[in-house]
């Protein structure tokens, strides 16, 4: 599996922006999706994931109630939606593939990870 992270940009903080990670291979519907962030000299976070089916979502509490992120099957694609940015929102966003197909925390339950698209929240 391969994936492309797109949709990163500058935004004034309390702005929106949408996020999507397209993927290669047939299989993409069986993975669980995750979204990681990593802000300069920090290490890299978890921000949320989606089970294989889209059934299930589980998100960091930093942006619970901010981000949601969905996934069409159909597109082999997950998006991340970002609402009421903050400066500390700030990072490179890797989205990431696991073939366990559930909805993940750990980085090492992912098998395959995007190049990173960055976000820069201004205040």
């Known amino acids: 599996v391969q994936l492309q992270a797109s949709g990163g940009g500058l935004v004034q903080a309390g702005g929106s922006l949408r996020l999507s990670c397209a993927a290669s291979g047939r299989t993409f519907s069986r993975y669980g999706m995750g979204w990681f962030r990593q802000a300069p000299g920090k290490e890299r976070e978890f921000v949320g994931s989606i089970r294989w089916s889209g059934t299930r979502t589980y998100y960091a509490d930093s942006v619970k109630g901010r981000y949601t992120i969905s996934r069409d099957n159909a597109k082999n694609t997950v998006y991340l939606q970002m609402n009421r940015l903050k400066p500390e929102d700030t990072a490179v966003y890797y989205c990431?593939?696991?073939?366990?197909?559930?909805?993940?925390?750990?980085?090492?339950?992912?098998?395959?990870w995007g190049q990173g698209t960055q976000v820069t929240v201004s205040s």
């Open positions: 990431a593939a696991a073939a366990g197909g559930g909805t993940y925390s750990d980085t090492e339950q992912y098998d395959y």
